[in-house]
Structure formats: structure tokens, C-alpha cells
């Protein structure tokens, strides 16, 4: 394999481990401040942060607008859906279904002509969608509801994305981050009108969370994702993103004690396969 794509490949699975570790610091924040503040926060302090690097590069931004704002405004979809859906359905249902977006990010891109059906990306799928379900379901019904077409409407925003950063990766990373975060920021903010205002309490105590949120999970991890789409497809993408939720159940386990049963432990293992078959063509 050559070196560029094995670096590209680690930055994409170091990404996810990243993603995965979001999960208890999005509870404590959207328990402080609410699903629309939290996003507008997190989104507007990594644009803060990236302000700096993208004034010395501003002769760059004004040609990366367009993908910028697209790359916002699907990154935005997603999270928005994803958070609204989740007030109607239970989590597990969530997870599988936002975990779909890989079969959406395969069948765009193959009527694009731009991936090829083969056996073993037709079992990798297959295997993926099983261990999503073993990890989401261990032992309960799958309900559909309201809240599932709403994450569902949710995770074609999140192939979308993948499909959009694959375009636009070879661009200027820096701007690229700034304007992604300044996008989704000033969606979320034109936005919040809509909700209650969090207390100045409830802002001091997101506000560690949130600063890990915006530095690590959304700076680091948003770089990690263009980086690593330069050399990786984004359907193999789409499979590497899989492993979130297996990164989040060995943090619960580690932080937590949670311990996963003998289906999601399958469900894991599948999900790992199918990972590995996506990217070994």
C-alpha cells in the first residue's frame, strides 16, 4: 500500500476514534444549553479559532466559497436532522439508521458511475448494515417512526457530505475548515431565535465540553476528514466512518464500565470486516 494512502487511511480511522469520543461531552452540553446553541457555539468558536490562519489566507477563501458553503450546509443538515429526529425515536434507532449513510454514499456514487458493483463491496455493505443492526438492536424491535425518517432525512445530508468533501478535498484545507464551520455556525445561530436562551450558569458549564467539542472533534476532526479523503474514495470513506460506533462503545466501556453484549460484540467484529474489505482493493 503506498505511504500516502496508509496515512490517509490512519487519519480517517483516527477521526472516527475522535468522533467516537464526543458522545458523553454532546450530553453534557445539549443538557446545558439545548441541540441549536450547542451547534452554534461549537461551530462559531472553531471558526473563532480558525479566524487567524484564515485571514493570512484570505486571498484563498473568496474561490473556496462555494464549496465551503455547500460543505456547511450538508454538515449542518446532518447534525440538525440527526439532533431533531433523536427527540422522537430512541438512540439505538438513531445509530443504525444514521449508519445508513453508507449505503446511500454507495448507490449515489455507483449511479455516478464513480463506483463500481462488485462482490466484495456488495458484501462489505451487506456486513456493515448487519453489524449496525446487531450494535443498535441487541434484543429489541426496530420501530419505525417519525424520529427515524427525520434521522434518515438526516443521514443522506451525512452522504452528501462525504460525496461533497471528496470533491473538494484537493482544495485549500485551512479554508475549507474555516468556511465549513463558519457556514454551519451561521445556520445554527439564524436558528436559535427558535429556542430558549441558555443562562450565563448553563454556558460556564458547557463550556469545557464545549471547547473540546469545537478544538478536537470539529477543528482536528474536520481536518483529519479532508486530509484523509484526498487518497481515499468516499465510499471507502463512508465504511471507515462505521467504525464510530465501535470506537464509542470501547470509550463508554473504558470510562463508563459498559459492557457490550455478546450480538453487539458480533455486530462490532461485522462492522471491522467490513471496513476491511472496503479499503483492501
Same mark, same amino acid.
Request: proline letters at 5%; one cysteine or more; aromatic letters at 10%.
Given at each position: 500500500?503506498?505511504? #500516502?494512502?496508509?496515512?490517509?487511511?490512519?487519519? @480517517?480511522?483516527?477521526?472516527?476514534?475522535?468522533?467516537?469520543?464526543?458522545?458523553?461531552?454532546?450530553?453534557?452540553?445539549?443538557?446545558?444549553?439545548?441541540?441549536?446553541?450547542?451547534?452554534?457555539?461549537?461551530?462559531?468558536?472553531? =471558526?473563532?479559532?480558525?479566524?487567524?490562519?484564515?485571514?493570512?489566507?484570505?486571498?484563498?477563501? #473568496?474561490?473556496?466559497?462555494?464549496?465551503?458553503?455547500?460543505?456547511?450546509?450538508?454538515?449542518?443538515?446532518?447534525?440538525?436532522?440527526?439532533?431533531?429526529?433523536?427527540?422522537?425515536?430512541?438512540?439505538?434507532?438513531?445509530?443504525?439508521?444514521?449508519?445508513?449513510?453508507?449505503?446511500?454514499?454507495?448507490?449515489?456514487?455507483?449511479?455516478?458511475? #464513480?463506483?463500481?458493483?462488485?462482490?466484495?463491496?456488495?458484501?462489505?455493505?451487506?456486513?456493515?448494515?448487519?453489524? @449496525?443492526?446487531?450494535?443498535?438492536?441487541?434484543?429489541?424491535?426496530?420501530?419505525?417512526?417519525?424520529?427515524?425518517?427525520?434521522?434518515?432525512?438526516?443521514?443522506?445530508?451525512?452522504?452528501?457530505?462525504?460525496?461533497?468533501?471528496?470533491?473538494?478535498?484537493?482544495?485549500?484545507?485551512?479554508?475549507?475548515?474555516?468556511?465549513?464551520?463558519?457556514?454551519?455556525?451561521?445556520?445554527?445561530? =439564524?436558528?436559535?431565535?427558535?429556542?430558549?436562551? $441558555?443562562?450565563?450558569?448553563?454556558?460556564?458549564?458547557?463550556?469545557? $465540553?464545549?471547547?473540546?467539542?469545537?478544538?478536537?472533534?470539529?477543528?482536528?476532526?474536520?481536518?483529519?476528514?479532508?486530509?484523509?479523503? #484526498?487518497?481515499?474514495?468516499?465510499?471507502?470513506?463512508?465504511?471507515?466512518?462505521?467504525?464510530?460506533?465501535?470506537?464509542?462503545?470501547?470509550?463508554?466501556?473504558?470510562?463508563?464500565?459498559?459492557?457490550?453484549? $455478546?450480538?453487539?460484540?458480533?455486530?462490532?467484529?461485522?462492522?471491522?470486516?467490513?471496513?476491511?474489505?472496503?479499503?483492501?482493493?
Amino acid at each position: 500500500m503506498p505511504p #500516502r494512502r496508509a496515512r490517509a487511511l490512519a487519519s @480517517l480511522v483516527l477521526l472516527t476514534a475522535v468522533w467516537g469520543t464526543s458522545f458523553p461531552a454532546i450530553k453534557v452540553v445539549v443538557g446545558s444549553i439545548g441541540f441549536l446553541y450547542y451547534v452554534a457555539l461549537r461551530f462559531a468558536l472553531a =471558526a473563532l479559532v480558525l479566524l487567524p490562519v484564515a485571514l493570512a489566507r484570505r486571498g484563498r477563501l #473568496r474561490p473556496h466559497l462555494p464549496s465551503g458553503a455547500l460543505l456547511g450546509l450538508l454538515y449542518f443538515g446532518g447534525i440538525a436532522l440527526q439532533g431533531w429526529g433523536m427527540e422522537y425515536t430512541r438512540a439505538s434507532n438513531a445509530a443504525f439508521v444514521t449508519g445508513l449513510s453508507v449505503v446511500f454514499v454507495y448507490a449515489i456514487e455507483a449511479l455516478l458511475g #464513480r463506483a463500481s458493483p462488485s462482490w466484495r463491496l456488495l458484501l462489505a455493505l451487506a456486513l456493515a448494515v448487519a453489524g @449496525l443492526y446487531l450494535m443498535s438492536f441487541s434484543g429489541g424491535s426496530f420501530e419505525v417512526m417519525l424520529g427515524d425518517a427525520i434521522v434518515l432525512a438526516g443521514a443522506v445530508c451525512w452522504a452528501l457530505q462525504y460525496i461533497a468533501v471528496d470533491r473538494a478535498a484537493q482544495g485549500d484545507l485551512p479554508s475549507l475548515l474555516f468556511l465549513e464551520s463558519l457556514f454551519t455556525a451561521l445556520l445554527a445561530a =439564524a436558528l436559535t431565535p427558535l429556542a430558549r436562551a $441558555p443562562s450565563r450558569e448553563a454556558l460556564l458549564a458547557a463550556a469545557p $465540553p464545549l471547547a473540546y467539542l469545537a478544538l478536537a472533534c470539529t477543528v482536528g476532526a474536520n481536518a483529519l476528514q479532508l486530509y484523509g479523503q #484526498r487518497q481515499v474514495s468516499s465510499v471507502e470513506a463512508a465504511f471507515i466512518y462505521l467504525l464510530e460506533p465501535v470506537f464509542a462503545a470501547a470509550f463508554s466501556y473504558l470510562a463508563l464500565g459498559e459492557v457490550l453484549s $455478546p450480538s453487539q460484540a458480533a455486530g462490532a467484529a461485522a462492522i471491522v470486516v467490513a471496513m476491511l474489505l472496503s479499503v483492501s482493493g
